[in-house]
Structures are given as C-alpha cells and as structure tokens.
C-alpha cells in the first residue's frame, strides 16, 4: 500500500489591496500593516457602504460561521469571514494532493465522511437556498442510503430500518419497535434487550424537567448498566451507538444527549414528524457539492470569505468588544474593527481568546473552560475496484476503534476512475475512526501510539474480523493507496496531537454551555457547543448555532427582517400527557411512571 502526501488544500483565493475607506465600508475594517487580503468569492461584490449597525466580522468559516454569514448577508448585512484553515471547517473536502492525473481531479479525502439523518432540519434548510450548477439547489444533492447494517465477529446483522407501528405510536408500540430493532440476532441475551428497551422507553416519555434536571447529570453507561451487563450488550447496544456514531464514550456522555438521539433515530426511522429518510449522504465530494457552491453564493451576496487568517486576541473595552487582533496568510498582523463580532471557532481555539475582563462582563465565558473534546477522525482507502460492503453506512460493531465506513463511489454523480486521481482508483472505502485510546488487534496500540501506516492496517485487521469473510472481502491485492486525515500530527510519537478534536457533550456540561448571545452587546457565539435543540456535536447543531447568532444579531441592530427560522427536534403530540405527567412526577420526586426496572429517583 502507498500512503498518499497529507496536506491540507486551499480555495481559489485571489490577493488585493486594503483601500481605506472603501474597506472600512465592507463587513469588518481592518487597521494595522497587513498587506493584502486573501479572498475567496465567486464573484466580486460592489462595496455598497453597509448601514450603520450592520458591519459584521466572523471568525471561524466552519458551519457555524458560514451558516451566521449567509443569513446575515440574505438579509443585507455587510459581513467578513475569517478562517485560519480552510472554508468549511470539519465539514470540508480534503483533496490528496498529488493524485490527479490525465485531466482528472485529486483523490477526495475528508475529515470524516459526511452523515446527514433524516432528523436534520435546520441544514437542509440551508441547503434548500444554495443553487447548484443546472438547478435546483445542493441540498438536491443529497441522497438516500442505508443504516441497516451491522458487522460483528464475522457476521452481518440487520435491523429494521426504517420500520412501522401499528396503530398509534403508544410507550408499549414504541417499546415493540425498539425491542425488533434490539435483538440483534440472538447477540444480547433477552432479559438484557428487555431492560434496555425499558430504559429507552422511560427516556422518550420524560418531561423536559426530568430530562435536564435529572438525565443530563446522568451518565449514560450508569443509565443503562453497561458495566452489569454481558460483553454483547455493552458491544451492540452500548458503544456500537455511542462511539460509533456519535464519538462519545458512554462513560463520559450524558443520558440527555445520548436519548435524545435513540430518540430522534427512532422517529426519523417510523417516518414520524417532519423527518425525511434515516440516512442520507451527499452524491459527491462535499466541497464539490456542497461546500464550494455554498462559497460561491455567499460571495455573491457580497460576503468576503478570508483564508489564511488567525484571531489572535480581542480587545475588550467599555464593556463592549472594540477589535480583534489577526494574522493574515503572510504573518503580518492587524486589527479588524465592526459593528458585531461573531466567534464561531472550536472550543479548544476560542478558549484562550477569552480575556479576564470578558469573563467578568459574562460568566458564561468563564465556563468555556470546563467543555471537553475527544477525537473522531477520517482515514480513506483507495481501492482498485469497487467494493460496495454496504448499501450506506457500515457499522463494525465490537470493533476496539469504534469503526464506521461507507463506500462511496455508489452514492456519486460522478465516474470515480474518470473523475479522480490516476484512472486506477475505482472506490475509496472512508473510515471514521472513534475511538482512539483503547488498543488494538493487531499491534496493541492506541491509535494514538501507532503510526499513519500501522492505523491503516489495525483499521483493515478490525473490519476484516467483524465482516463475514472478511480476508476476501477486504483483501490487501485491492488496495491502491490510503490517505489519514492531516489534522492528525506526531502520530507514534508522545507528542501526538489532533488540530480539529470534537465537542463532547459530558455528564453535565448543558451548565457550562453558553448561548450564543453573550453578555456583551456586540460578541455572539456561533458553534456546535452552544446551546441547541439537537445537542451534539453536529453540522446541524453547529448550523442552528449559526442561526442563533445571526437572530440575535438582528436584535442588536435593530433591524426588521425576518429572523431565521430554528427547527427543533420532533416530540409527538400523543406523549404531551406524558410529558405533563413526568413533570409533575420528577417535582414530587418520583421516577417516570414506565421506569420499572430497576427505577432510577431523583
């Protein structure tokens, strides 16, 4: 196997002067001896002098950022985005550099294959407004897969995804979904299924109460009993869900989050609610349908999109944000000066922006401190030929690295040897790795301690024991190469490290979580770690963070427009009387009435 170069990629990016006066009328002024701005535009908006109020600089052109800059500029606001790395955050395509030949494109690599559940709301909206070459818009880009399948110890087992009810949805009807979607094929042992349905079931018909007052200070391994349990149970119900698909071990994230999720999969899976298909990706890279469309249209609602550029610190004075200080791509450094300040950076880069004399205008920023992040990250491989494991998402269950993959040269609009790298490549398998402190089958090691090469082979030694027959299905003859996401660095080594780590949502951090408006008139948050309806860390938390911060922004100017629209996740009217119910239970310290086994008090 040959490991491709890592390396990250940049957009199109065009260099011009700074005019003062015509940039102090764009989004966000910058004062100090930069030389040029880097931009990256579809096309070249006219520097119409923005309102009084409206001048908008946003740091981070992730999601959360980029979702903030196009409601703000949809409704007229000059806005700036600065980005340090790479427009689209994790979200983002990470093409190989090197690979293409022949007139073809570089092989696509990724942070992470892209997941969008059909309980997503708030992002598809704002696909809904992207166009896309030929028509429509991107979010026609999106089509459905399958999340039916799992691989453990050498055998495929199904579940039923989506599935029905009978009737009307009821606790019991929903406790005889769950309980065929739990068996598992024998894997778990009945009594076991029987007790963690009853906990799924006490989850979906708590009150809102009983939910954050009790279930977010819950862990969730506690909630559910992992460490009592049989070695299947703890596989296939416990951090076959957590790790795998949320990267959240289940001794660290709470019982909130975690039924929260069980809860939205079911309902999306029972076609309930507004909800579309349980699993749907993209029919192309993400920067090719996605991402790169998006830029274009923001550029073309006038939004300067900056690459290459780092905040570095933030004056704070008056009780009001008066600048924030910046490299740009040559290291020369500056001042951007607005009206609004947008921070939608990750947790670990907006943590040692916070100065002393904020966390004193607002606490809330005081308590950034205690979030937690874990690593989940991408590792590709090429194939020679297509290799369609599944028709969607794979989950290894039992795996040590909490393994997930998809195939995707099935889901693409595009020829992939035609389109990509040499003409040789015909699939790229893509790989989440989750889980990377406990060691592995083949070396030992952590993912931590193994080098690129070796996480390549753990990862092909621990999906070849989970699929039936596995040495032939994955065999090495079929790979041409493999590509490790570059944000990870010092790998086998002490010093290893991951330059873009995930929001964990664990026991209790809803306290410690802000909202995105501050206390400080000018600065708002726009990330996956404010408060959100969905939360976890998502691009769909990460969007409706956005969404906050461009409403909460409408405010604070004044202005008339319509606000964004927020989705929240779906509760069926029929449980509203359970809902009360709970209320009024968790108020007089009881369990949920449908808790029976083994109840858990407030």
């Not at 535009?41 to 946003?58: F, N, Y």
């Not at 007139?103 to 704002?126: A, K, S, V």
């Not at 993959?405 to 693409?412: E, M, V």
Request: neutral net charge; proline residues 7%.
């Amino acid at each position: 196997m040959a490991e491709q170069e890592q390396g990250g990629t940049r957009a199109g990016i065009g260099r011009r002067e700074l005019i003062a006066g015509s940039m102090a009328a764009a989004a966000g002024a910058v004062v100090g001896p930069l030389a040029g701005a880097p931009g990256a535009k579809a096309a070249a908006p006219s520097l119409v002098p923005a309102s009084a109020g409206q001048r908008v600089a946003i740091f981070g052109g992730g999601m959360g950022g980029l979702s903030a800059a196009q409601e703000l500029a949809e409704r007229g606001f000059q806005v700036t985005v600065y980005e340090r790395k790479a427009l689209g955050g994790k979200c983002r395509s990470i093409p190989v550099p090197g690979t293409a030949a022949d007139g073809r494109r570089d092989l696509p690599g990724e942070h992470g294959f892209r997941f969008f559940p059909g309980f997503y709301q708030n992002l598809p909206d704002t696909m809904s407004r992207i166009p896309r070459a030929g028509g429509g818009s991107v979010r026609d880009n999106l089509v459905s897969a399958s999340l039916e399948v799992i691989a453990y110890r050498g055998r495929e087992i199904n579940i039923p995804v989506p599935g029905s009810i009978d009737g009307v949805l009821t606790p019991d009807s929903l406790k005889n979904y769950l309980r065929a979607a739990a068996t598992l094929a024998g894997e778990v042992p009945i009594l076991e299924v029987e007790f963690f349905i009853s906990k799924l079931v006490a989850f979906a018909t708590s009150g809102p109460r009983r939910r954050l007052g009790q279930w977010e200070n819950m862990g969730f391994a506690d909630f559910i009993k992992a460490s009592r349990m049989s070695e299947g149970y703890r596989e296939l119900l416990v951090k076959m869900f957590t790790a795998s698909l949320v990267a959240a071990q289940p001794d660290k994230a709470n019982t909130r989050t975690m039924g929260l999720m069980f809860e939205a999969l079911a309902f999306s899976a029972l076609g309930l609610g507004p909800y579309g298909p349980p699993d749907q990706v993209l029919n192309g890279p993400t920067n090719e349908v996605f991402i790169d469309p998006w830029v274009g249209y923001l550029g073309g609602l006038g939004v300067d999109l900056r690459v290459g550029w780092t905040a570095t610190g933030i004056t704070y004075s008056g009780g009001r944000i008066t600048g924030v200080q910046v490299s740009d791509p040559s290291g020369a450094s500056g001042t951007v000066t607005a009206d609004h300040y947008v921070l939608a950076l990750p947790i670990e880069r907006i943590q040692p922006l916070i100065t002393t004399s904020m966390k004193a205008a607002d606490p809330a920023l005081a308590r950034l401190a205690g979030l937690t992040t874990d690593w989940m990250n991408g590792v590709m491989i090429y194939l020679k030929e297509p290799r369609p494991i599944a028709e969607g998402h794979l989950i290894y269950a039992g795996t040590p690295w909490a393994l997930t993959s998809i195939s995707q040269a099935q889901f693409w609009q595009n020829n992939f040897p035609t389109t990509y790298g040499d003409g040789t490549v015909k699939d790229c398998l893509s790989i989440d790795l989750s889980d990377w402190n406990t060691p592995g089958i083949l070396f030992g090691k952590t993912a931590k301690q193994c080098t690129r090469p070796q996480i390549v082979q753990e990862c092909l030694a621990q999906m070849r024991a989970a699929l039936p027959n596995g040495a032939t299905v994955l065999p090495d003859s079929l790979v041409h190469s493999w590509f490790v996401d570059p944000a990870i660095t010092g790998e086998g080594t002490p010093s290893v490290a991951n330059d873009e780590p995930l929001f964990i949502n664990t026991t209790g951090s809803w306290a410690d979580r802000p909202e995105a408006t501050t206390k400080i008139p000018n600065l708002f948050l726009a990330a996956d770690y404010v408060r959100n309806s969905i939360n976890l860390a998502t691009m769909e938390g990460a969007n409706e963070g956005g969404r906050m911060a461009a409403n909460a922004i409408l405010d604070a100017a004044g202005s008339s427009a319509t606000k964004a629209r927020l989705f929240s996740l779906y509760l069926p009217s029929q449980f509203k009387s359970l809902y009360d119910t709970d209320d009024l239970r968790y108020r007089l310290g009881l369990p949920n009435q449908f808790d029976l086994l083994s109840p858990y008090w407030p």
